[in-house]
């Protein structure tokens, strides 16, 4: 409503209808006539752009279809951020450590350079020079496998595991800190065989003496009690030892780790056998090869034990079967773990001590801490 006495403001258009010849409409900023053919400007608000204009007057097939490719690309622009985000966060999680490839650690039994295997020289008396166990070599990176199945150098993991430990060791009426392990990791915990898995082991009989499988099974009977490890045997091979033992064998053992390999063994095999400085027999060598994830968590999964059979023949013709069994019980106390101790008193000191022909306190105390390592289904 206007004031009373002013005057009413009629505008152009209103007057050019009233007049009948109404001013043709421009085209969008200036442009003189429209931009697309067949494009009415009078239905079309003059604030609105050509894209509005054509979006509202296209057919439907045509605005369907646009309306497609708008999602599409919101589509694909989510997807480019998502794909982004998780490349970040894996690259920060690589560099953090939690996917660095697993490692192994320690050599093959029988290999001295890497520390996995230690003699037992029988004396009257222990060694002056004897010195402890040389600890396992640094790890070395290997590829990380990353859906369970067999490889070139290790099998498809779990075989046999159990949820479990297959048994419990013995309770240690006596306990003794005179103990030592071949190796530990990271986590400060001792290299040690899945408790929820047993260990197969296989026996070369060739150059064994007569009470040559009497003496092993008496002897893993001894080690088996006291670490509560369950060990199946697998019967004879023809496997010979070697310096670098192989625990990955499928050619031979099939899709497992490779057995633990018991043989007997002369000079001309193992030259170790006979130290020719002091004048007396290496009785055998004995030790595992074990399985880490950056240093941690190491497992054993294969090992070898080397029996001097000549020198083990003529001890049980001189001193009986006690002694020759319990070099064997020494021997598998490093293959499950057990490193040499200086004290005579025990079965691992490095040197024969007669008298000493079974595991005593120090030995069955290191022996149940070795039966208790983790359950390992991922090896």
Not at 211 to 220: N, V
Not at 338 to 345: C, E, I, T, Y
Request: overall charge positive; aromatic content about 6%; glycine content about 10%.
């Amino acid at each position: 409503m206007s004031d009373e006495g002013e005057p009413k403001r009629i505008p152009l258009w209103k007057l050019e209808e009233t007049a009948g010849s109404q001013a043709p409409s421009e085209g969008w900023r200036g442009n003189p006539a429209p931009l697309l053919p067949g494009w009415d400007p009078s239905q079309v608000h003059t604030s609105s752009t050509v894209r509005d204009v054509w979006a509202r007057r296209a057919p439907w097939p045509v605005r369907l279809l646009r309306a497609l490719g708008r999602m599409l690309g919101r589509l694909f622009k989510a997807v480019a951020v998502l794909t982004a985000i998780a490349l970040v966060c894996g690259f920060l999680l690589y560099l953090k450590g939690d996917l660095k490839p697993s490692s192994f650690l320690g050599g093959p039994a029988g290999d001295p350079a890497a520390g996995a295997s230690d003699p037992l020289v029988y004396r009257t008396a222990p060694s002056a020079g004897a010195r402890p166990r040389t600890p396992a070599a640094a790890p070395a990176a290997v590829t990380p496998v990353p859906t369970p199945r067999a490889a070139a150098d290790h099998p498809t993991p779990g075989r046999e595991e159990a949820v479990a430990p297959l048994g419990r060791p013995a309770p240690v009426t006596v306990k003794s800190r005179s103990y030592a392990f071949t190796a530990t990791g990271k986590d400060k915990r001792p290299a040690a065989y899945d408790p929820c898995r047993p260990i197969h082991y296989v026996t070369r009989a060739a150059n064994q003496p007569a009470e040559g499988p009497r003496l092993i099974k008496e002897a893993i009977a001894a080690v088996s009690r006291a670490t509560g490890l369950v060990f199946i045997n697998d019967g004879a091979t023809t496997e010979a030892p070697a310096a670098k033992h192989k625990s990955y064998q499928p050619a031979r053992y099939g899709d497992r780790w490779a057995p633990v390999l018991i043989a007997w063994e002369t000079t001309a095999e193992e030259p170790r056998f006979t130290n020719y400085a002091v004048g007396t027999n290496v009785m055998g060598l004995g030790g595992s090869a074990a399985l880490s994830r950056d240093g941690t968590e190491v497992t054993y999964v294969s090992g070898q034990l080397e029996l001097n059979g000549p020198a083990m023949q003529s001890l049980i013709l001189r001193d009986g079967l006690a002694p020759a069994r319990g070099v064997i019980e020494h021997e598998l106390g490093h293959v499950v773990g057990l490193g040499h101790v200086q004290d005579p008193a025990q079965l691992m000191n490095p040197t024969a001590v007669p008298g000493v022909t079974t595991y005593q306190a120090g030995d069955l105390t290191g022996l149940s801490v070795l039966g208790q390592g983790a359950c390992r289904p991922e090896v």
